[in-house]
Structure formats: C-alpha cells, structure tokens
C-alpha cells in the first residue's frame, strides 16, 4: 500500500475509532446499564457519571497495560528463564552470567560516567543559553538555532559528528572538522573514536548538543516567570549582575532546573543510538542498552539480555517516582 494512503487510513480509522468508541459506549451507559428513568433514575445518573470517567481512561489503560505492563512482566519472565530450554526456570542463573562478564560492568561504569557529565552540562549550558539570549536583541534567532538539534534523530545527529570526527591519512586533505583544526595547529591526524578514556567524552558531546535546546526553552520559561519585583528588588540593594543570576533568579527556578536535569537523566540511562551509530559498543564504549541489544538480536542470549533490560528499568524507577512525587507536591 501507498504509504500516504496507508497513513491517510490510519488517521481516519484511528479518529473514527475513538470518535465511535466514546460515542456508543455512552450511548450504552446511558440507555441500557444505568437508564435514567424509572424509581431509581437520580442514582443510576450518579452511578453512570462515577463510571464515565473509566470510560474515556479505558482505551490509554488498556494500551499502556499491552505496550507497557506487559513487556515489562514478560521480560522479567524471561531473565529468569532459558529460552533455549524450553523456557525453563533457572532462577538467577542468567543475572549470575550477566554480572560475571566484563563487559556489563564496562556498560555500567559508562553509563554512570554519561549520568555525571551530560545532564550536568545540558542544564548548565542550557540555563546559559536561556540567560543570554533573553539579554539580546536576536535572542530568538540564536534560541530556535540552539533548539534545532532537538528536531534531529539521534542516528541523525552521530553521523553529524561523526562526519566531525572524521579521519583521513597524513597528507591528505582532512574532512572531519575537528581532524582540519588539529592538522592546522601542527598535529597528525586523530582517529578520535578509538582514543580511550577520552572517546566516550566525544560521544557526549553529541547528547549535551541535542539537549541543550530542551533544556533551554524550559528553563527561559521557568526565567520569565520570575517575579521582576524580587530583581528590582535586588538591583536597589546594590546586588550585581552575577548576584541576581545566582543568588535571586536560579534558587527561584530550582525546582524547575531540578526536573530538567532528571528528565536529561532519563535520556542518558536509555542512551542507544548514539553508541551504536558512532562506535557499536567498540574501543570501551559500550552502554547498558547497547549491552541489551548485542545479547537479544545478536548473540540471542534472551535470559542475559532481559535480565540487562530489567538492571535499566531499576535505574531508571527511582527517578521516575521521584519526579513523580515532586510534580504532585507542587500541585498541592
């Protein structure tokens, strides 16, 4: 099938479907389960309006239950198993097995390594970026030209950077932006993806680059909400620049900073793309997804690759109902 009428299709079917679901399930509610006629009409209205609202969270309860609940039962199921087995019980033979290779440990102690840098300097350059073009005339040309990185994929991005990483022999004319700036300065060429520790800070770059934006647009918003009262305030006391900055503006937009740096996190604990377009895991690169990705569809080892799979899902949980707990304290 086309693949414009194929998406034409789906938007239609999937409009209709919500459109009819709502519509004949009311209608079902109101005419046939609770009709409100009869001695009890006043309660079935009221049973019908306590079950309505069930009715619109149905369909978003039912998906996330078959794409999330369920996933995450099965590969719990899994780590716990041998597939090759018959699926047969083996305790935590498999997290044993995992724990027991060097690589897992190489993937985990990256991993930390990327939670110490890039959400750190995404936040920081990006409260920067959201100060300084607030303070310039084109501040929104320099803040849409910041933001775009977010529009690339993160396939997208690395083959960016790795065209800057790029690497030709001595003597020929180098490509790679940053290989031409090196050669310039007097220096041989780098291949600059295999130079360990230092590879891992280069695939870095490439996530504090796309993030920075995210990190900026809501940080300026958390920045312009800012009473001016409080820095009118402060500029008659005599404070400074720098002093307003750090003593008045960034303890009011804590909170805000706090949750971009976690939402940041999220994204590195789940960093895949990058490593797998860049190096595959090489030179002592590798990461936890792209640990779980070499043991499922390469080497089929589905007991240790669900078991790494369930290792991120633990890192990830504790940030997650800790965002979770802030946003609903700030609504009360």
Known sequence: M??????????????????AYFFFSNQLLDKVIFPPRGPNAGRNINRANLVRPWLFLFPAIFALSIYLAYPVVATLWLSVTDRDAGGAFVGGANYSQMLAEPKFWEALRNNFLWLLVVPGLSTAFGLLAAQLTDRIAWGSIAKSMIFMPMAISFVGASVIWKLIYDTRPAGQDQIGVLNAIWVWFGGEPQTW?????????????VLVWIQTGFAMVILSAALRGIPEETIEAAVLDGANPFQIFFKIKVPQIMGTIVVVWTTITLVVLKVFDIVLAMTN??????VLANYMYDKLFRSFDWGVGSASAMVIMLLVLPILIWNVHNARKEMR
């Open 193 to 205: 993806l295999t130079l360990i520790p230092w590879n891992n800070f280069l695939l870095m770059i």
């Open 281 to 286: 895991g090489q030179w002592n690169t590798q």
């Open 2 to 19: 086309n693949p414009a009428v194929q998406g034409i299709l789906t938007i239609v079917l999937g409009v209709g479907g919500c459109i």
